[in-house]
T-cell receptor, first 115, second 117 residues
Framework: AQTVTQSQPEMSVQEAETVTLSCTYDTSESDYYLFWYKQPPSRQMILVIRQEAYKQQNATENRFSVNFQKAAKSFSLKISDSQLGDAAMYFCAYRRVGANSKLTFGKGITLSVRP | GAGVSQSPSNKVTEKGKDVELRCDPISGHTALYWYRQSLGQGLEFLIYFQGNSAPDKSGLPSDRFSAERTGGSVSTLTIQRTQQEDSAVYLC???????????????FGPGTRLTVL
C-alpha cells in the first residue's frame, strides 16, 4: 500500500522569506502523480502544484516549486517570497495513474507566516 | 465555471439520527470521490463513482455509511444512526478522468462539517 509521510506538523516563516515543506512517500509503482494541496481555514482544498513521476523536470507554479527526487521518494514544496495568504495547512498527496485512483494524503503541515 | 459545491456547510445532529450530505461536482466531470477528514485519522478515502460503473465502496468505515450518485452528477452520502466518532469534515472531489494528464486532478468542494452530539 502507498503511504505518504509529512513528519513536520508545524512550520513558521517570515513574510517575504522562503520555506520548504517536506514530504516522503512509499510506492512500488513506477508512474504516479504527486500533489500539494493547500487548506486554509475555509476548509477548501486548493491544488497548489502537481508532478507527474515520469517527468524529470520539477514542476513550478509562480512562487511555488517542488524538488522531486524519485529515487529517494521525496517531494518537497518550496514557497518563495512567502505571503500572509500562504498561511494554511498543506497536504502532500499521492495517486497512481489511471481511473479509480484515490488520493493518499499525508497528515498535513500547518504553515504560519509572520508579518 | 462553478466549482464543486457541497451542502450543508455545517450539520449538527444527535447521536442515532440519520444525516444526508450532498455534493454537486464540476459540470462534465465523470469521477466523484468522497473523503473524510478527522482529527485522529487525517484524510481518508470513502467512496468513488465513475460514470455508470459500480462504485468503489472500499473506504466506507461501516454499513451505516452509504452513497449514491444520481444521473452521473449529484451525489448524496448518507450516514445512518450517527455516532460521535462520525464527527468530521466530509469532503467531495471531482475529476474528469478521461485519459491521463491534467484531467486526473481532483478538485475539492468546501466540505460539510458534521458534529454528532
Amino acid at each position: 500500500a502507498q503511504t505518504v509521510t509529512q513528519s513536520q506538523p508545524e512550520m513558521s516563516v517570515q513574510e517575504a522569506e522562503t520555506v520548504t515543506l517536506s514530504c516522503t512517500y512509499d510506492t512500488s509503482e513506477s508512474d504516479y502523480y504527486l500533489f500539494w494541496y493547500k487548506q486554509p481555514p475555509s476548509r477548501q482544498m486548493i491544488l497548489v502544484i502537481r508532478q507527474e513521476a515520469y517527468k524529470q523536470q520539477n514542476a513550478t507554479e509562480n512562487r511555488f516549486s517542488v524538488n522531486f527526487q524519485k529515487a529517494a521518494k521525496s517531494f518537497s514544496l518550496k514557497i518563495s517570497d512567502s505571503q500572509l495568504g500562504d498561511a494554511a495547512m498543506y497536504f502532500c498527496a499521492y495517486r497512481r495513474v489511471g481511473a479509480n485512483s484515490k488520493l493518499t494524503f499525508g497528515k498535513g503541515i500547518t504553515l504560519s507566516v509572520r508579518p | 465555471g462553478a466549482g464543486v459545491s457541497q451542502s450543508p456547510s455545517n450539520k449538527v445532529t444527535e447521536k442515532g439520527k440519520d444525516v444526508e450530505l450532498r455534493c454537486d461536482p464540476i459540470s462534465g466531470h465523470t469521477a466523484l470521490y468522497w473523503y473524510r477528514q478527522s482529527l485522529g485519522q487525517g484524510l481518508e478515502f470513502l467512496i468513488y463513482f465513475q460514470g455508470n460503473s459500480a462504485p468503489d465502496k472500499s473506504g466506507l468505515p461501516s454499513d451505516r455509511f452509504s452513497a449514491e450518485r444520481t444521473g452521473g452528477s449529484v451525489s448524496t452520502l448518507t450516514i445512518q444512526r450517527t455516532q460521535q466518532e462520525d464527527s468530521a469534515v466530509y469532503l467531495c472531489a471531482s475529476s474528469l478522468e478521461v485519459g491521463g494528464g491534467a484531467w486526473d486532478t481532483q478538485y475539492f468542494g468546501p466540505g460539510t462539517r458534521l458534529t454528532v452530539l
